[in-house]
């Protein structure tokens, strides 16, 4: 197994991307799986050092999983693994490429391997601006990807040298469904982006009125 | 997606105010979602570092959510995350904006952009005095901001200069009800509010025996 | 809403009196709510930053609770708030408060607000001495309170000033009873004292056969 | 209510005995509450500031408690409060007391005032050896108590001065049996020693067998 | 009741050995007790200000325990107990002591008193080295004891004094089952042997499968 | 029982490797045991002072395990034990080694053990590269292993002197399934790795419906 995969598709492993000290970038690959649960429910675990944001940071991707895979999750623990972070990971930048590798797993949609991708996350599917865009899109380019995602708010900080600049395509996004709409290689694209976007319109009262036709009823007569 | 929005509507966001340093405000995006829980039971967990304090008052916060959605939300997961807070969050004084993100997500309201708030809740709904109104007047002003909603008791101490008086009505609140008022967008206001005042009368023997049936009931014979 | 409440009734919010510094005293508002439980089972939960013993009094307080409302409180969350306590809550002498309010916020039954109080709690509502009974007394009596509850065994300490003894009337307490007795404004309150008597003999298996049936039964043979 | 009670008989109160500083003893009220449980199951929580070594103690109590009650403690939350102990308690010497305080109060049955204790114990319910009995007994005759429990293993060490000799009948014990024998006033004696003995005899298949009929079966064929 | 007990039967409770200082041992008696559980599930729990390896030691014991009872042990409370030593117990030598102790509680089957042991486990049940072998068993031999169990790997390091010679066997053994061949007393040997034997040759689904019928099936088709 | 075992099989136990200071390796035993769980559900633990990157290890492997066992665990504790690891154990690379003593305990399948390895695991079953290869495989040479695994992506790594080359047999491997066809021992080769390769195709949503037929479910209209 070599670390660096940048060509195929694979299922729940998703190319980040990460600044390394001052002024260089770096490819973090992120793995997931899912599993069924050993305990009475579900958990999601994330391991490689994480500090204080990037802990907050999977806790927020959480809200995303919960909401896009539009399954009732309770028997699954979720396993997230940054690959070869033995000094720790610090930062929110990895969280769309966690959404991804997850979102990935559970569902058992590959990956494109050529494609590498950095985004904060809000809880509701925002793309947040991150740090070291220009960094990251160059070590992408190095690595051999072909197709970097990043936050639609961070292509005014681009800066990246002219020989990069035929070597990777630049994809900015908005939300984690269109990070999803160019990394995923689902069996049939058109319903599973249609099964996404229905996931995002739909109220918490409604999804799980869905899942378990018992929950988060209204009070009669409130 | 702009880090700062000031106008239309959106579900599950909400424009805080912050004092940064000792002499300024700032715009504090809040956003919240609610998924179907992936434990056994749910949770209510934000993100953005909060400290002691700012924990404590989620909590507070919790206990109004509870009470005024009026739904079972044991199948629920609330997330909450302050935005770009990286620094972390001190203080009490958002209490209001999470109260009003969370509800606006479990229910689907949308929230005005142009609104932004202050204030400290209790854990029965009154909204307590903060510290830097002026500053966060000013600031929201700046940003864009029409409407600033701020705490009855801190009306004295609201100094602003000339100029931002008319770029900014106030709106002091004594309640979490009021705050909803002025800030969701429910399809059907009269309906809606008629419900939160009928929450927040219910005492809760009476609210277990209508989420229920069975919960609350007193001893037979005591 | 102001800080400071000293006539009327409210339920949930009773006012506490505190030690400021070696030589004088202040009213406390506590605050409390129950409301249906997010998680599997209730939880009781302080905030203002509670230090250790006061902490720990919650703890005592949450026995008095569990015995006094009568109620299977297995589905209720109490929250309870010391308000604008930023630099923490030292010592136990406001567990008749805290009591208090949680029977009012549990039973909907409103508080008097000219009424404050301050004593230490034993697990089985014998009220205990506070510190600073004096200071605490004539803090009550400026801010406009027109009765102060105090613990018996605290009667000699009681040394205030000339001009504060027309202004408050002391009544010392031994028991959460006469506490509830006082503070309380039931519509029927021969029947809720009649109600408090009952559940204050009743033992623990008494108790257990009335709320499940099930419970605590003895070991057949045994 | 008076700190110093050591005539007449109470429910879910015990004199202690602790060592305060070199040379002296103190009596030390332990009082005890079992309630209704707010959690899905049963707690034991011990409040007093307990070091190490005493929160250890009260686990080896519990395992005393859940197995002399001849109950299904599964839906009580036990309450166990040392009076007055504002700088901590250390060591696990007040181990009867609290297993003593608990027992009465789950039973609801009286529990000598005049009677002060001392002793470690195990969690098979022998009495083991403590530190200070002589200032123990010595506090105990001074405070008026009539009757001090110690441990057997400790009769050696019991040097009291002349004057306390009539003051108070020394009692040593080996089991906690003895000590429920001397400190309690069952409406029935016979019949509850009785039913200690029993309980004392029993092996937890046979007692889980009692309890639920279901549990701590054999595997068939092992 | 005398900490020092070396002859006789007891239920519950083992003579250990450890190591004080640099070169002597002692004689640490262990004692055990299985009651119904206060909580949802069972639990064990050591006192005895257990440090690091020591606790992980109770957690490897757990495995032998759950294993070897041949029950199901949801419903009971596991308590052990180190006598004395209040100023902690290092290192994991004690594994032997502790997993006799609790088999014989849980089963009801005394220990022979006479015997004294020594010895880490496996979680598979093999019994591992230890240190001080040497002055383990002339403390046992000091203080009365007439049998000491030691790991059949420490047979090399067991220098002991002439005078010691005659006055204990040694008894070496490589697993879980010779200890309790040695220790134990059960009304009829053989049967019990011959269980723990099953026991010991049993797969965990095979175990599952006897005792809930239910747990551990093989997903079909797999 | 000897620390060293080199030849034979044993159900749970396998030979891993670890360095030792800068430029030595060792064999490093890790034995693993599962058992009926105590509490409500199933738990993963390990034991031997593992630091923050091996206890993350445990995680990850126990992802692996949830998948390669093809059982409902929910009903099991899993215990896993490096042994004789007093001053604790740093890193991730005996992650393959308790992902087959887990496995083999868990199916009761035997383990060579003439075989040692070493190796980190992605949460998907890689098998990623390690440190000190050359100094571990000389370790299990000298020690009397006949075949030692290593990652595939180490073998360039790989510079033992000529003295060992004909002592031990070198095989990289790329996931877990190899490492399980080296080293475990089943009564039926072909059925079980057939059933280990079944398993890591299928994706969580096929697993969970093939152990519960209930979970995992889609979302109606989704
Ligand atoms: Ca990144
Ligand atoms: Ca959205
Ligand atoms: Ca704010
Ligand atoms: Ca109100
Ligand atoms: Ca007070
Ligand atoms: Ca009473
Ligand atoms: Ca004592
Ligand atoms: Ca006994
Ligand atoms: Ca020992
Ligand atoms: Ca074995
Ligand atoms: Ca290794
Ligand atoms: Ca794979």
Same mark, same amino acid.
């Given at each position: 197994?070599?670390?660096?995969?940048?060509?195929?598709?694979?299922?729940?492993?998703?190319?980040?991307?990460? #600044?390394?000290?001052?002024?260089?970038?770096?490819?973090?690959?992120?793995?997931?799986?899912? %599993?069924?649960?050993?305990?009475?429910?579900?958990?999601? #675990?994330?391991?490689?050092?994480?500090?204080?944001?990037?802990?907050?940071?999977? =806790?927020?991707?959480?809200?995303?999983?919960?909401?896009?895979?539009?399954?009732?999750?309770?028997?699954?623990?979720?396993?997230?693994?940054?690959?070869? %972070?033995?000094?720790?990971?610090?930062?929110?930048?990895?969280?769309?490429?966690?959404?991804?590798?997850?979102?990935?797993?559970?569902?058992?949609?590959?990956?494109?391997?050529?494609?590498?991708?950095?985004?904060?996350?809000?809880?509701?599917?925002?793309?947040?601006?991150?740090?070291?865009? %220009?960094?990251?899109? /160059?070590?992408?380019?190095?690595?051999?990807?072909?197709?970097?995602?990043?936050?639609?708010?961070?292509?005014?900080?681009?800066?990246?040298?002219?020989?990069?600049?035929?070597?990777?395509?630049?994809?900015?996004?908005?939300?984690?469904? /269109?990070?999803?709409?160019?990394?995923?290689?689902?069996?049939?694209? /058109?319903?599973?982006?249609?099964?996404?976007?229905?996931?995002?319109?739909? =109220?918490?009262?409604?999804?799980? /009125?869905?899942?378990?036709? =018992?929950?988060?009823?209204?009070?009669?007569?409130?």
């Amino acid at each position: 197994y070599e670390l660096t995969v940048v060509d195929g598709i694979k299922v729940g492993r998703v190319n980040g991307l990460a #600044v390394v000290g001052q002024d260089s970038g770096q490819v973090l690959p992120i793995m997931a799986e899912a %599993t069924p649960t050993q305990g009475a429910t579900g958990t999601i #675990v994330a391991t490689g050092l994480l500090k204080e944001i990037a802990q907050e940071s999977i =806790t927020n991707v959480s809200a995303i999983v919960k909401k896009f895979t539009g399954r009732d999750i309770r028997n699954m623990d979720v396993h997230i693994q940054f690959i070869g %972070t033995y000094s720790g990971v610090e930062g929110d930048s990895a969280s769309v490429s966690v959404a991804t590798a997850v979102i990935s797993a559970i569902e058992g949609i590959p990956v494109r391997q050529d494609v590498a991708m950095t985004g904060s996350l809000s809880v509701r599917g925002n793309v947040l601006p991150i740090g070291g865009a %220009t960094y990251k899109i /160059e070590a992408a380019a190095k690595a051999g990807i072909k197709t970097v995602i990043i936050p639609h708010s961070n292509l005014d900080d681009v800066l990246i040298e002219e020989r990069y600049k035929d070597m990777v395509e630049i994809i900015p996004v908005s939300t984690i469904e /269109e990070v999803l709409d160019v990394a995923l290689v689902p069996e049939r694209k /058109e319903a599973f982006m249609e099964k996404i976007r229905n996931l995002a319109r739909m =109220t918490p009262a409604e999804f799980l /009125e869905k899942v378990s036709g =018992t929950s988060g009823k209204k009070v009669p007569g409130a």
